[in-house]
């Protein structure tokens, strides 16, 4: 196997591992806003921005306040 095919093997599992962490996270932020955590200090333990926790906040429809 070439260099060049391990890394995209590599490549093709991270970004597998990733799309399936995703979901998983955003379940995550909206429990926690749902439970009261301050969308800044989501922001600061996800390390998303404060326009993705709003975006998947208001996707589940609640107001990450």
Do not use: F, H, S
């Amino acid at each position: 196997m070439t260099r060049l095919e391990q890394a995209a093997k590599a490549y093709r599992r991270a970004k597998e591992a990733l799309d399936k962490a995703r979901p998983e996270l955003a379940e995550a932020i909206v429990e926690a806003a749902r439970e009261g955590m301050r969308q800044a200090e989501i922001v600061r333990v996800t390390g998303y921005t404060r326009e993705q926790v709003r975006r998947i906040c208001r996707a589940a429809g609640i107001d990450p306040g």
